[in-house]
T-cell receptor
Framework: ETGVTQTPRHLVMGMTNKKSLKCEQHLGHNAMYWYKQSAKKPLELMFVYSLEERVENNSVPSRFSPECPNSSHLFLHLHTLQPEDSALYLC????????????FGEGSRLTVL | KNEVEQSPQNLTAQEGEFITINCSYSVGISALHWLQQHPGGGIVSLFMLSSGKKKHGRLIATINIQEKHSSLHITASHPRDSAVYICAVSGEYGNKLVFGAGTILRVKS
């Protein structure tokens, strides 16, 4: 139990579907992150939120839409995805933006058909 | 060339062996992280260090700032150590992490 919970763990969706990934942290951290991990590639940062404000959008296509309603919850809304978006999506949190240890969730394995 | 290079890419060891995984980086950093990723996907932070050496159980991490190099050592390796080990660095001004490609470790019994 890392204190960061992601749901769902697995998701299969068609290219026209709309779905959302959810992340919740119980650590009292102020910063939360979405990362993408594609097969045989290093982790790629997608978004960073600090105190519920988006502080970084790493050139992510608009078909990925993040939402951070409070410092404990982070969503990634998915719409009109492509098969190449199939990957493991990992949420992480840290005490403050880019300082301190990162705590990761278990990841959401997404398959786009 | 990636800013963070790990070696080896793949490593197979016999149970009980001493294991070393290396990480070299080419940028100024404020900290270096070693992470462990098990087959299920979840990632656990093992160490965050900016100088010297840290030890936790059978794991030891060292960093040489002048040489821009870090090593992760596992003593008395065990099959449950089988995982992907990832090195990541945070920039000189505490900005975003850059990740290595990972080292796939398999420990056989």
């Amino acid at each position: 139990e890392t204190g960061v919970t992601q749901t769902p763990r697995h998701l299969v969706m068609g290219m026209t579907n709309k779905k959302s990934l959810k992340c919740e942290q119980h650590l009292g951290h102020n910063a939360m992150y979405w990362y993408k991990q594609s097969a045989k590639k290093p982790l790629e940062l997608m978004f960073v939120y600090s105190l519920e404000e988006r502080v970084e959008n790493n050139s992510v296509p608009s078909r990925f839409s993040p939402e951070c309603p409070n410092s404990s919850h982070l969503f990634l809304h998915l719409h009109t995805l492509q098969p190449e978006d199939s990957a493991l999506y990992l949420c992480a949190s840290s005490q403050d933006h880019w300082t301190g240890e990162l705590f990761f969730g278990e990841g959401s394995r997404l398959t786009v058909l | 060339k990636n800013e963070v290079e790990q070696s080896p890419q793949n490593l197979t060891a016999q149970e009980g062996e001493f294991i070393t995984i290396n990480c070299s980086y080419s940028v100024g950093i404020s900290a270096l992280h070693w992470l462990q990723q098990h087959p299920g996907g979840g990632i656990v932070s093992l160490f965050m260090l900016s100088s010297g050496k840290k030890k936790h159980g059978r794991l030891i991490a060292t960093i040489n700032i002048q040489e821009k190099h870090s090593s992760l050592h596992i003593t008395a390796s065990h099959p449950r150590d089988s995982a992907v080990y990832i090195c990541a660095v945070s920039g000189e001004y505490g900005n975003k992490l850059v990740f290595g490609a990972g080292t796939i470790l398999r420990v056989k019994s």
